[in-house]
């Protein structure tokens, strides 16, 4: 019997100033649009706050959209989805304060609300990245 091999060493990749400046662009413009979303549309403590929801979907429709259409078109470039995916989405959508706010709500003692709420995000979230990968391939397929 012949002992299992080893895996192959996994190639770390070399994350340039290029990268860096992406995100960094990217988690800027994402942190503008949400600091406005939020001081723009405040929720109430136990209610259902849409601009949280309404951004974490868009984002998580976007990410798929441009990951899908980028890996689909050209050779994946660490760039790109370092300004969308890490940088732009990153700090426009929050998963902090979604938790934050189930918390409120849960404190409020609107426990349907709380349920209803987390699982609209994560299926909403789940579809809009199908969805908009469909729409990515579809587009691609057309072009």
């Given amino acids: 019997m012949r002992p299992a091999e080893d895996p192959p060493p996994r190639r770390r990749r070399h994350v340039g100033g290029h990268d860096l400046g992406a995100i960094f662009l990217g988690g800027f413009a994402g942190s503008l649009a949400r600091s406005a979303l939020a001081r723009g549309f405040p929720v109430a403590a136990g209610h259902w706050p849409w601009p949280t929801f309404a951004v974490n979907i868009f984002g998580a429709a976007l990410l798929g959209?441009?990951?899908?259409?980028?890996?689909?078109?050209?050779?994946?470039?660490?760039?790109g989805r370092s300004f969308v995916g890490i940088g732009l989405c990153g700090a426009l959508t929050t998963f902090s304060t979604m938790i934050a706010e189930l918390l409120a709500m849960l404190e409020a003692s609107r426990w349907g609300l709380a349920a209803a709420y987390a699982t609209a995000s994560v299926a909403g979230g789940l579809a809009a990245v199908l969805l908009a990968s469909r729409l990515a391939r579809r587009g691609l397929a057309g072009g």
């Avoid at 259409?69 to 760039?79: A, G, N, V, Y």
Wanted: charge should be neutral.
């Fill in 65 to 79: 959209y441009v990951i899908t259409s980028r890996q689909e078109r050209d050779p994946p470039t660490l760039t």
